[in-house]
């Protein structure tokens, strides 16, 4: 009998982890990019003898296959998916792929902001808690590569709205919904609807013995959950309201109560400041709670916890100007938060490549925190509209070197300069970890 095709679209991180774990399930693999193929994912494919091709997809090739993988990067709407489609050829992401090869514990994270935080804290939470467990999806290593070569029995997984369009069979055993902000609406017809749906398929296919943790405060959320039925057990979390399951701030104490344990921690001992971070923090306690991880873990976790490289990053002070990178905000609410959490006068680097954004709910925070704003891209007429009057500076860039040098001649002793771009990296970029990476080089050069 011969084997079943798979065709993997896109050769990066978590297309090269779908072929290793689909030649080992006995598919045959042809992997097709349209770009350019790193080194070190060539040597890999090579390594394999996988057939593979770069800068083209033969659509000949491509329309034989029995199942279809496609990297998150990949629109519905491109020609090559489409045709697949129309063909009813199953098009699905890499977690749903690995998904259907493992039956470790998941616990699964989305929102429009701080996933990645969430993600992180929540992974080293179970693995200093002596868990076997796995990190995957938007960071660590592929899903598929971990399911092929590793044992886990917990894997914590961060997802897009982009990797959950193409879950259909996957189901989270623990599903987080941060809060849901408009993002990608470019992806999206511009139409929020259709991105919230995206992210409410984390609770697809969930259970009566499965759990779903999600913010009370976000007002989208909430009047999402009066149209949609939830199978899994709620878990809400706020810093609003006093709630009696879930977790909470009450008198500067998180107090945590789920699957029948309770918790609390003054709100100054955790290591993530900030409102949002409040938020993470309480999320990753929750999930520490519901897998029966011991008190003095959590605790000790949640009050030495380091934080993520590009998010609210700290970075340096030079002559008493604080620079913070917060290379990883690329929309509107992470900036709010990020402006939000700010305790000095900002100046503000923004720009790049705008998602559809509405810059008016920065406003407020921008009339009481930012001094100057220096617009970093390719394109910024919609910034200086935006924010024309509001600051007593704003000046334009092309590069990182020249907006970290005029925010430092801007600043002054006591100021911070603040990376937060509201906006995808492309246009002078290679991805928010290079901008990020670029303007702590500028940094350490002034």
């Given at each position: 009998?011969?084997?079943?095709?798979?065709?993997?679209?896109?050769?990066?991180?978590?297309?090269?982890?779908?072929?290793?774990?689909?030649?080992?399930?006995?598919?045959?693999?042809?992997?097709?990019?349209?770009?350019?193929?790193?080194?070190?994912?060539?040597?890999?494919?090579?390594?394999?003898?996988?057939?593979?091709?770069?800068?083209?997809?033969?659509?000949?090739?491509?329309?034989?296959?029995?199942?279809?993988?496609?990297?998150?990067?990949?629109?519905?709407?491109?020609?090559?998916?489409?045709?697949?489609?129309?063909?009813?050829?199953?098009?699905?992401?890499?977690?749903?792929?690995?998904?259907?090869?493992?039956?470790?514990?998941?616990?699964?994270?989305?929102?429009?902001?701080?996933?990645?935080?969430?993600?992180?804290?929540?992974?080293?939470?179970?693995?200093?808690?002596?868990?076997?467990?796995?990190?995957?999806?938007?960071?660590?290593?592929?899903?598929?590569?971990?399911?092929?070569?590793?044992?886990?029995?917990?894997?914590?997984?961060?997802?897009?709205?982009?990797?959950?369009?193409?879950?259909?069979?996957?189901?989270?055993?623990?599903?987080?919904?941060?809060?849901?902000?408009?993002?990608?609406?470019?992806?999206?017809?511009?139409?929020?609807?259709?991105?919230?749906?995206?992210?409410?398929?984390?609770?697809?296919?969930?259970?009566?013995?499965?759990?779903?943790?999600?913010?009370?405060?976000?007002?989208?959320?909430?009047?999402?959950?009066?149209?949609?039925?939830?199978?899994?057990?709620?878990?809400?979390?706020?810093?609003?309201?006093?709630?009696?399951?879930?977790?909470?701030?009450?008198?500067?104490?998180?107090?945590?109560?789920?699957?029948?344990?309770?918790?609390?921690?003054?709100?100054?001992?955790?290591?993530?400041?900030?409102?949002?971070?409040?938020?993470?923090?309480?999320?990753?306690?929750?999930?520490?709670?519901?897998?029966?991880?011991?008190?003095?873990?959590?605790?000790?976790?949640?009050?030495?916890?380091?934080?993520?490289?590009?998010?609210?990053?700290?970075?340096?002070?030079?002559?008493?100007?604080?620079?913070?990178?917060?290379?990883?905000?690329?929309?509107?609410?992470?900036?709010?938060?990020?402006?939000?959490?700010?305790?000095?006068?900002?100046?503000?680097?923004?720009?790049?490549?705008?998602?559809?954004?509405?810059?008016?709910?920065?406003?407020?925070?921008?009339?009481?925190?930012?001094?100057?704003?220096?617009?970093?891209?390719?394109?910024?007429?919609?910034?200086?509209?935006?924010?024309?009057?509001?600051?007593?500076?704003?000046?334009?860039t092309r590069s990182m070197e020249e907006a970290v040098r005029s925010a430092y001649f801007l600043a002054t002793k006591g100021d911070i300069v603040l990376?937060?771009?509201?906006?995808?990296?492309?246009?002078?970029?290679?991805n928010y970890e290079d901008r990020g990476q670029q303007f702590k080089e500028a940094v350490r050069n002034l």
């Amino acid at each position: 009998m011969p084997k079943e095709k798979l065709v993997i679209l896109g050769g990066g991180e978590s297309g090269v982890g779908a072929a290793i774990l689909g030649a080992q399930k006995g598919y045959e693999i042809f992997l097709s990019d349209l770009g350019v193929i790193s080194d070190q994912y060539h040597e890999i494919l090579r390594q394999y003898g996988f057939n593979y091709e770069e800068k083209q997809h033969t659509e000949a090739l491509i329309l034989e296959a029995d199942l279809v993988v496609k990297s998150p990067g990949i629109p519905e709407k491109a020609p090559v998916v489409a045709k697949l489609l129309a063909k009813n050829i199953p098009v699905i992401s890499e977690i749903e792929f690995a998904g259907r090869f493992t039956s470790a514990k998941t616990i699964c994270i989305t929102g429009s902001n701080g996933k990645t935080t969430t993600t992180m804290l929540t992974y080293e939470l179970l693995k200093r808690a002596g868990l076997n467990v796995g990190l995957a999806g938007n960071v660590g290593k592929s899903f598929a590569l971990q399911v092929a070569q590793e044992n886990f029995d917990y894997y914590v997984i961060e997802l897009s709205s982009f990797q959950l369009d193409g879950m259909f069979e996957f189901r989270a055993d623990i599903a987080v919904l941060l809060n849901i902000t408009p993002d990608h609406l470019d992806r999206y017809d511009y139409k929020m609807q259709n991105y919230v749906d995206s992210k409410m398929r984390i609770i697809r296919n969930q259970g009566p013995d499965d759990w779903f943790i999600y913010c009370e405060d976000d007002p989208v959320i909430v009047e999402e959950l009066k149209k949609v039925t939830v199978n899994s057990i709620k878990v809400p979390f706020s810093i609003n309201r006093i709630l009696n399951q879930g977790g909470w701030i009450e008198n500067e104490t998180m107090k945590l109560n789920v699957n029948n344990k309770t918790f609390e921690m003054t709100i100054y001992d955790l290591a993530l400041q900030g409102k949002h971070n409040l938020y993470n923090s309480m999320v990753a306690g929750l999930s520490g709670n519901i897998v029966n991880l011991r008190k003095e873990i959590i605790r000790e976790c949640l009050s030495d916890f380091q934080g993520v490289e590009h998010r609210l990053e700290r970075f340096l002070r030079v002559h008493n100007i604080e620079f913070v990178n917060d290379s990883k905000a690329t929309n509107i609410n992470s900036v709010w938060y990020a402006l939000e959490s700010m305790q000095a006068p900002v100046v503000w680097i923004v720009g790049g490549v705008d998602k559809g954004n509405d810059y008016s709910e920065l406003f407020g925070l921008v009339k009481e925190k930012v001094k100057a704003i220096v617009c970093l891209g390719k394109d910024n007429s919609k910034i200086i509209a935006a924010f024309d009057g509001m600051v007593k500076e704003i000046v334009e860039t092309r590069s990182m070197e020249e907006a970290v040098r005029s925010a430092y001649f801007l600043a002054t002793k006591g100021d911070i300069v603040l990376l937060s771009p509201a906006c995808a990296s492309f246009d002078l970029f290679r991805n928010y970890e290079d901008r990020g990476q670029q303007f702590k080089e500028a940094v350490r050069n002034l």
